[in-house]
């Protein structure tokens, strides 16, 4: 019998198409951005798409943590090697999952974050999207110059956020900031633990958002801290529980029941050097 790795190993040699970007980001740390992450990329991998994860957030990243990872080499690696990288070089350095999910791993230390540039980032997501269907993306919490042009060459935003107050109201700054630099139209807002105990309630966040049409994520905080701190996804483990079955939605919007488009075309000047150029000027 075939395995993940193996149908995922195979599906990658023989794919010309280049594949999606997801990015998922959050205004508010603690939230349940990596969690989501990486539940959704093996839910993706359970609708037979060939997936990988870039842990973007380069100085904290929890990505092998969350799949339980154990793999020494990361992108601190790939940039030694970036000026003939590509697609068989890349596999070297992504560590596979059971599931079948690849991963490209987050520097070990966070000064190493400062080497790796716009430019590297680019060339290794064009990469990793000549051998995927989707390679999603986990950024840091914020807007910084880097994690902004991850969204910008994203296909999909996907705004993690929480029926707290204080993340409500990051998260309405986040979005005008978006809408501002042109990228509202990718966003689709994720509210999770949307049934949490909380005087504000999931159609109160959708308003406070100006959001018609959110994804609520159930809430199930044990299964979900059992996930994290045994590091296996919760769509693994859990898969009939109403937290997963939230993610399987969610990955079903999102691909929206199809195959990945052919290779996106390309971009025009960014809409972010404007706003870097002035914060510079």
């Known amino acids: 019998m075939t395995s993940p790795v193996e149908m995922q190993t195979e599906q990658m040699n023989s794919n010309p198409r280049g594949g999606k970007i997801i990015a998922v980001c959050s ?9 989501l992450t990486v539940n959704l990329a093996v ?14 957030d380069f100085q904290f990243g929890d990505v092998n943590l969350a799949m339980d990872l154990k793999f020494s080499l990361t992108i601190k690696e790939v940039l030694e090697v970036l000026k003939s990288l590509d697609g068989p070089s890349l596999n ?27 430019e590297a980032v680019n060339k290794i ?5 000549s051998q995927h269907d989707y390679v999603v993306v986990d950024t840091p919490v914020g807007l910084h110059e880097q994690s902004l042009r991850i969204l910008e060459r994203a296909d999909q935003v996907l705004v993690v956020t929480n029926l707290e107050m204080a993340a409500l109201k990051n998260t309405k700054l986040y979005l005008e900031t978006l809408d501002l630099l042109g990228l509202r139209s990718r966003v689709k807002v994720i509210v999770n ?6 005087v504000i309630k999931a159609m109160d966040a959708a308003k406070i958002l100006a959001e018609p049409n959110p994804i609520y994520i159930p809430n199930d905080f044990q299964i ?3 996930s994290i701190n ?11 529980s109403e ?32 706003l870097f150029s002035k914060k510079r000027s």
Do not use: W
Request: with cysteine; net charge positive; hydrophobic share 40%.
């Open 230 to 240: 045994l590091g296996v996804p919760f769509v693994m483990k859990h898969a009939k």
């Open 43 to 56: 839910a993706l991998m359970k609708k037979n798409f060939t997936v990988s994860v870039l842990d973007g």
């Open 27 to 35: 205004p508010k740390g603690g939230i349940g951005r990596t969690t």
């Open 243 to 274: 937290v997963a079955k939230g993610v399987f939605k969610m990955a079903e919007i999102i691909s929206g029941g199809n195959s990945p488009s052919s290779k996106k075309a390309k971009k025009g000047h960014s809409p972010l050097s404007k």
């Open 193 to 198: 633990r949307a049934n949490m105990d909380s």
């Open 125 to 129: 997501l064009d990469v990793m999207i």
């Open 224 to 226: 979900c801290s059992q």
């Open 92 to 118: 070297n350095y992504l560590a596979v999952h059971e599931s079948g999910v690849r991963v490209l791993s987050a520097p070990e230390r966070p000064e190493f974050a400062d080497l790796i540039t716009n």
